[in-house]
């Protein structure tokens, strides 16, 4: 499915937080074209406009951020106006080639690779963020890796966030030639503590979950 549609075919999984019900049937009316929906304007200004600000105003993210799980790169275009330097990290090598090429000359270093086991150095990053990727990764084993990873690379005093969809059977039926191992954010507080982070902040709607965590 990768290269044709959007392999995550979860836009209208970020559906709403305080968004109108007329975005919401415009973000997965698109979603046909996995693809095009996944890098397309309406995605774009739906991040800008409503997850954007919600999660992230106010937020502290320095210098030198990290993001895991790019894709198309419509968080990435977002987030390398608000820091000196972006590191996107994703697994999909054709995603990862395709943003690397689109953003070349910019202030962002797109590595193909997996947040489970990040070629990046101990305490380097001023905050890591994650958008809509979480549910994509099989296990829970494996997310509980990517967060020791997080606490890992983000130096300490730093901060990380976390956004993505709660589980709901219509998404798994959206996800049916995917994975789809959405988390429950009632296990979240428990399992970055165990990552190794403090002062976990866990917002939950009926949509979606956004957490803010300091290393
Ligand atoms: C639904 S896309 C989200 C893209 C973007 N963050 C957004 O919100 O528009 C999830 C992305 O996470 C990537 N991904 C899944 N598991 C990953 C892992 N272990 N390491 C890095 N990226 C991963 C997928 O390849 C996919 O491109």
Same mark, same amino acid.
Request: with cysteine; glycine share 8%.
């Given at each position: 499915?990768?290269?044709?549609?959007? !392999?995550?075919?979860?836009?209208?999984?970020?559906?709403?937080?305080?968004?109108?019900?007329?975005q919401f049937r415009t973000?997965?009316?698109?979603?046909?074209?996995h693809l095009n929906v996944?890098?397309?304007?309406?995605?774009?200004?739906?991040?800008?406009?409503?997850?954007? !600000?919600?999660?992230?105003?106010?937020?502290?993210?320095?210098?030198?951020?990290?993001?895991?799980?790019?894709?198309?790169?419509?968080?990435?275009?977002?987030?390398?106006?608000?820091?000196?330097?972006?590191?996107?990290?994703?697994?999909? !090598?054709?995603?990862?080639?395709?943003?690397?090429?689109?953003?070349?000359?910019?202030?962002?270093?797109?590595?193909?690779?997996?947040?489970?086991?990040?070629?990046?150095?101990?305490?380097?990053?001023?905050?890591?963020?994650?958008?809509?990727?979480?549910?994509?990764?099989?296990?829970?084993?494996?997310?509980?890796?990517?967060?020791?990873?997080?606490?890992?690379?983000?130096?300490?005093?730093?901060?990380?966030?976390?956004?993505?969809?709660?589980?709901?059977?219509?998404?798994?039926?959206?996800?049916?030639?995917?994975?789809?191992?959405?988390?429950? !954010?009632?296990?979240?507080?428990?399992?970055?503590?165990?990552?190794?982070?403090?002062?976990?902040?866990?917002?939950?709607?009926?949509?979606?979950?956004?957490?803010?965590?300091?290393?």
């Amino acid at each position: 499915m990768a290269g044709v549609g959007c !392999p995550f075919g979860d836009i209208g999984c970020q559906r709403t937080y305080s968004t109108t019900s007329a975005q919401f049937r415009t973000v997965v009316g698109m979603n046909d074209d996995h693809l095009n929906v996944c890098a397309s304007a309406e995605w774009g200004a739906f991040l800008a406009e409503t997850i954007f !600000p919600t999660v992230l105003d106010g937020v502290e993210l320095g210098d030198d951020l990290l993001e895991i799980g790019s894709g198309p790169g419509l968080t990435t275009d977002l987030l390398k106006t608000r820091v000196a330097q972006l590191t996107a990290v994703e697994l999909d !090598p054709t995603l990862a080639a395709s943003l690397a090429t689109r953003l070349d000359g910019a202030n962002v270093e797109v590595l193909n690779a997996d947040a489970t086991d990040l070629p990046l150095p101990t305490d380097r990053f001023s905050a890591a963020v994650s958008f809509t990727m979480l549910h994509h990764v099989p296990t829970v084993e494996r997310q509980d890796r990517i967060f020791s990873e997080l606490a890992r690379v983000v130096a300490p005093g730093g901060t990380v966030v976390l956004n993505d969809s709660l589980g709901s059977d219509a998404l798994r039926d959206f996800h049916h030639d995917d994975v789809y191992n959405p988390i429950d !954010p009632s296990t979240l507080e428990a399992r970055l503590a165990l990552a190794g982070f403090a002062d976990t902040n866990i917002t939950v709607n009926e949509f979606a979950f956004w957490v803010h965590a300091r290393v």
